[in-house]
């Protein structure tokens, strides 16, 4: 499973969102947009987003912090 996250270090919805896959043990490269151009610019790309955080599973793009979304498509890559 490939699983990015494009975060800023002071959005507490990031922070929650990357404790909660880390709770579930998944694995995951973490971007802070707020530094990392390319990194923003590849997460309007895939998500017509500019808010984080941005989960990308597999492909599938999840905005914000939605657990339902994201244990749906962790149930999925198993």
């Not at 800023?8 to 919805?13: A, D, H, I, R, Y």
């Not at 043990?25 to 530094?35: I, N, P």
């Not at 808010?51 to 599938?60: F, K, M, S």
Request: aromatic share 8%; hydrophobic share 40%.
């Amino acid at each position: 499973m490939e699983c990015k996250v494009y975060s800023t270090l002071t959005c507490p919805f990031c922070k929650m969102a990357k404790a909660y896959l880390e709770q579930k043990g998944v694995a995951f490269e973490d971007f802070d947009v707020s530094r990392d151009v390319a990194a923003r610019d590849e997460m309007i790309k895939k998500s017509g987003q500019m808010g984080v955080p941005v989960i990308d599973i597999n492909g599938n793009i999840v905005i914000g912090f939605d657990k339902e979304r994201l244990d749906a498509l962790l149930a999925d890559s198993k």
